[in-house]
């Protein structure tokens, strides 16, 4: 969020003989900080009051109902009465997730005049108002709207909790300090409509896509099947888990009871290889004589390594920069349903409270979670090949996860599913998708989910997007034909693109630019710009 300033000559009148009795500052952190924090306030205290004083006037709203896949507004108008005059110059925008704009306007004998428009999904803070002052007078009319676009089953009320909405515009303004009084705000709803000249003008809209870049190659000698895919912490690196030459459709490599046969097939490469996203190069690499069955990948905000091999049935975390495993969840091949053991898990996520879940895989279907020392705290989900089910799954192949949602996203494979689990175990949703659902990776600037899914029939394998929220399929990627054969992981690198790793040969790796569509209303003029730094 930008700095914001105090107008000069305008300051909050505080304690003794004021409204405001003391000052409370709250610092709410989105991710846990790996590095000194600069943001803060800054207090400037005085004795002589301003020429001006401000306070805070609230818009809300508390009897909008929202119907299901509905576009609602919600609306408050009141008559400002007093006889001071209140100039406004910032204002804050408040919803949950169904908020796509509030706005503000000031009515004044027949012509209206836009005070301040806003995002409510963007960073939570005042913003300065655009242009010359709109003083408030007596019997000026005040006018505010939320709109909200339902993509939900359900009906949605305003309440407090994360699954209710909330409509609020905070206005902040100033007085003459001699004559301050604080004002409170309109809570009157009322359906107004607004001219066509105070509408809010949308200049310019992003939109981002995903074109293949076919001359994007990497440098990764003799890589095998590609178990998964990851990233480091800071984008700069993409994070390969191949099998180099021991590969699952060769031959026989588990009993009838899931055990691996071959004890001793420990792979002499190093199979975690590190690659600049940009020019494929590889840049360092680790991991060999520890595993049979590569699988899956992640790396943590602190840079840790979390994988997954099914023929070990164990996860195993590496520390920055230590080639031996710090931590082992799992019993060495011995596969098993209880909290010592796992068959065959799949994938790992880690929070950043450092809680660890992981995908339970080709025989359990669950999700288990364990603390960072790797104490067992639960298990969640049932193997099922029932539809539609939040919860009952088939085959969980790989997860991802929201940070800032505190949700954990599974592959359902043979279901053909994405289940949404918060960190608590429940399960809030479950999500359709074309064919089986290889792969997932979560894109928090767009709210969606990227997932590789393969058809039983004839149809390439594609990139689907699917909206974190409603579940619903806002993009396909490729648009064209593509070569791709069995995409089996994927992972999504912040404003470079998604990056997919074949299973099949010749196990190559295929990148998606990330594109940002910019539309300039006003104009209908479109530009494109390829986002290509970290």
């Not at 003989?17 to 005085?46: F, M, P, R, T």
């Not at 594609?462 to 579940?471: H, M």
Request: with cysteine; charged share 25%; hydrophobic share 35%.
């Amino acid at each position: 969020a930008p700095k914001f300033d105090l107008p000069d000559k305008v300051g909050f009148h505080v304690g003794r003989n004021a409204n405001i009795d003391y000052i409370l500052l709250q610092v709410h952190y989105k991710y846990q900080l790996e590095e000194a924090d600069s943001s803060g306030v800054d207090v400037v205290l005085i004795t002589t009051p301003p020429p001006n004083l401000a306070g805070i006037y609230l818009f809300a709203t508390g009897g909008t109902v929202i119907p299901p896949h509905m576009t609602v507004n919600a609306d408050t108008t009141c008559k400002y009465k007093e006889g001071l005059t209140m100039t406004p110059f910032a204002y804050r925008t408040h919803t949950h997730k169904l908020g796509v704009r509030v706005s503000a306007w000031r009515e004044r004998e027949g012509t209206w005049t836009l005070l301040g428009s806003g995002d409510p999904q963007k960073p939570q803070m005042f913003y300065l108002m655009k242009g010359e002052s709109h003083p408030i007078r007596k019997d000026d009319t005040l006018h505010a709207r939320c709109e909200y676009v339902s993509h939900r089953d359900t009906t949605t009320r305003i309440g407090s909790t994360g699954k209710d909405e909330m409509c609020n515009f905070y206005m902040m303004y100033y007085m003459n300090s001699t004559k301050f009084e604080l004002e409170d705000g309109c809570y009157y709803e009322k359906s107004f409509t607004v001219p066509e000249y105070a509408r809010v003008k949308e200049e310019e809209k992003e939109t981002v896509a995903y074109e293949l870049d076919d001359a994007w190659k990497s440098t990764v000698k003799k890589m095998g099947q590609i178990g998964g895919l990851s990233h480091s912490a800071d984008n700069k690196e993409l994070v390969i888990f191949h099998r180099a030459g021991n590969d699952w459709s060769k031959k026989q490599w588990f009993s009838p009871k899931n055990v691996v046969l071959d004890k001793k097939a420990f792979l002499n490469e190093d199979v975690i290889v590190f690659v600049d996203p940009k020019s494929g190069n590889v840049t360092r690499s680790l991991g060999s004589k520890h595993f049979i069955m590569p699988h899956g990948i992640f790396v943590d905000h602190h840079d840790n390594i979390f994988v997954t091999d099914v023929a070990l049935h164990q996860v195993l975390k590496f520390e920055v920069n230590k080639t031996e495993p710090s931590l082992v969840l799992g019993t060495k091949f011995e596969p098993g349903k209880d909290s010592a053991h796992f068959c065959k898990p799949t994938s790992v996520v880690v929070t950043a409270e450092d809680f660890i879940f992981v995908g339970d895989g080709y025989c359990n279907s669950r999700v288990l979670k364990f603390n960072k020392d790797g104490k067992f705290v639960g298990e969640f989900g049932k193997g099922s090949v029932k539809t539609g089910v939040p919860g009952s799954m088939n085959l969980v192949h790989d997860l991802t996860i929201s940070h800032a949602d505190r949700m954990i996203y599974v592959a359902d494979r043979e279901n053909g599913q994405i289940h949404v689990m918060t960190y608590k175990g429940n399960f809030t949703a479950v999500y359709s998708v074309p064919g089986n659902v290889y792969a997932i990776d979560y894109i928090p600037d767009i709210r969606a989910i990227a997932a590789v899914n393969i058809s039983d029939t004839n149809s390439p394998a594609k990139v689907v997007l699917v909206n974190a929220d409603s579940g619903e399929i806002t993009g396909v990627y490729p648009t064209n034909d593509s070569d791709f054969t069995m995409p089996h992981a994927l992972t999504y690198i912040h404003h470079i693109g998604i990056f997919l790793g074949e299973i099949a040969s010749p196990f190559r790796i295929w990148k998606l630019s990330e594109i940002h569509k910019h539309t300039d209303k006003t104009k209908g003029n479109t530009r494109s710009t390829q986002c290509s730094s970290v």
